[in-house]
Nanobody
Framework: QVQFVESGGGLVQPGGSLIVSCAAS????????MGWYRQAPGKQRELVAA???????SYIDRVKGRFTISRDNAKNTVYLQMNSLKAEDTAVYYC????????WGQGTQVTVSS
């Protein structure tokens, strides 16, 4: 069974930093491109960053220069380092394959507020 477990979210002030992690199981992790997605209240879930199995990385424009995605295939884990956080980054953050598997984790809440 495919499973994604996200962790590391929390409350942070604008301009602050946070790193979220996601442990995957039930898939041959190293064979998949992985992505971080987020869903803000009242909005659709969107792909924020992705990393291919070969390490090619892409970001949406709104997070370029502020977010960094990385992966550790030995740990079946993908990370998202978020710097210079803004209020509009507030959302539930999820990881999944890219394109996504039908199974989603619970996500981790990131709230940017003073």
């Amino acid at each position: 069974q495919v499973q994604f477990v996200e962790s590391g979210g929390g409350l942070v002030q604008p301009g602050g930093s946070l790193i979220v992690s996601c442990a995957a199981s039930g898939i041959i992790f190293s064979s998949y491109a992985m992505g971080w997605y987020r869903q803000a209240p009242g909005k659709q879930r969107e792909l924020v960053a992705a990393i291919t199995r070969g390490g090619i990385i892409s970001y949406i424009d709104r997070v370029k220069g502020r977010f960094t995605i990385s992966r550790d295939n030995a740990k079946n884990t993908v990370y998202l380092q978020m710097n210079s956080l803004k209020a509009e980054d507030t959302a539930v953050y999820y990881c999944n394959a890219s394109p996504p598997n039908r199974n989603w984790g619970q996500g981790t809440q990131v709230t940017v507020s003073s």
